[in-house]
Nanobody
Framework: QVQLVESGGGLVQAGGSLRLSCAAS????????MGWFRQAPGKEREFVAA????????YYADSVKGRFTISRDNAKNTVYLQMNSLKPEDTAVYYC?????????????????WGQGTQVTVSS
């Protein structure tokens, strides 16, 4: 059974940094693309960033490009989201997600596995 467990959320002042981690288990991690999504109160869940199975390709929402970096360590079955220059509008629950199909070319859709979420709050 696939499990995704996020950690690293918290409260930070605007301009600060946080690094989220997502530990995966239950399947061969290195063959699946991974993504990060977020959902703010009263808003729909939105795509934040994605990385392909070997880490060679990354994708970002325009709102986080240049501030956030997604990476993965396939030896540790972990994907990361480094968040710098945080803004109050980045406040949300952040979710780690795993692609349903191995070596998928999708990066905004096709996620069949989700973590429980971790809260990120950015104060002004």
């Amino acid at each position: 059974q696939v499990q995704l467990v996020e950690s690293g959320g918290g409260l930070v002042q605007a301009g600060g940094s946080l690094r989220l981690s997502c530990a995966a288990s239950g399947r061969t991690f290195s063959t699946y693309g991974m993504g990060w999504f977020r959902q703010a109160p009263g808003k729909e869940r939105e795509f934040v960033a994605a990385i392909n199975s070997n880490g060679a390709s990354t994708y970002y929402a325009d709102s986080v490009k240049g501030r956030f970096t997604i990476s993965r360590d396939n030896a540790k079955n972990t994907v990361y989201l480094q968040m710098n220059s945080l803004k109050p509008e980045d406040t949300a629950v952040y979710y780690c997600a795993g692609q349903s199909r191995a070596y998928s070319a999708n990066y905004r859709t096709g996620y069949g596995y989700w973590g429980q979420g971790t809260q990120v709050t950015v104060s002004s």
